[in-house]
């Protein structure tokens, strides 16, 4: 699994310091019903979220004892 696996250092520009939960290491990304654009992304600290977009992408909440896979789902399912 992804998010096992995700190890990422912290990356300093000196003009911004990224931690490890603001470096993406992992995405899926879906298409469903037709134009609909929606992933998941693993973070450097191994936590994960789902998101909706393509360019502007928004962040899918999570309901309570929802993991981000299932607010994937719910999501493209549409309910």
């Known amino acids: ?17 990224f931690a490890p939960v603001d470096r993406v290491v992992a995405r899926l990304e879906v298409r469903a019903r037709g134009r609909v654009r929606a992933g998941l992304d693993v973070r450097g600290d191994g936590s994960s979220e789902g998101y909706t977009g393509r360019l502007s992408k928004s962040v899918i909440e999570q309901r309570d004892g929802e993991s981000p896979y299932a607010a994937l789902r719910r999501t493209l399912e549409g309910t």
């Open 1 to 17: 699994m992804l998010t096992r696996n995700a190890d990422a250092t912290p990356v300093d520009l000196h003009v911004r310091r």
